[in-house]
């Protein structure tokens, strides 16, 4: 009974500790999250807009041709 006693309050006080750290996120990854500029503001600046328009055949479903069949 005694062991299991102390086992238990061992367990307690690892759950107690993890708990108490504080779980903070990395400088860098908040950084470059906050530093992200928009899509529309990406497409700005890499002149997308300026682009020629390009027709651009579906080919999604491809059917066999005659001879295949």
């Given at each position: 009974?005694?062991?299991?006693?102390?086992l238990?309050?061992?367990?307690?006080?690892?759950?107690?500790?993890?708990?108490?750290f504080?779980h903070?996120?990395?400088p860098l990854i908040?950084?470059?999250?906050?530093?992200?500029?928009?899509?529309?503001e990406l497409?700005t600046?890499?002149?997308v807009?300026t682009?020629p328009t390009?027709e651009?055949?579906?080919?999604?479903l491809?059917?066999?041709?005659?001879?295949?069949?």
């Amino acid at each position: 009974m005694k062991r299991l006693t102390i086992l238990a309050l061992a367990v307690a006080a690892l759950i107690v500790t993890a708990i108490s750290f504080p779980h903070s996120r990395s400088p860098l990854i908040a950084l470059s999250s906050a530093a992200m500029p928009a899509l529309q503001e990406l497409h700005t600046m890499a002149g997308v807009n300026t682009l020629p328009t390009q027709e651009i055949e579906d080919q999604s479903l491809v059917y066999p041709t005659a001879a295949e069949r």
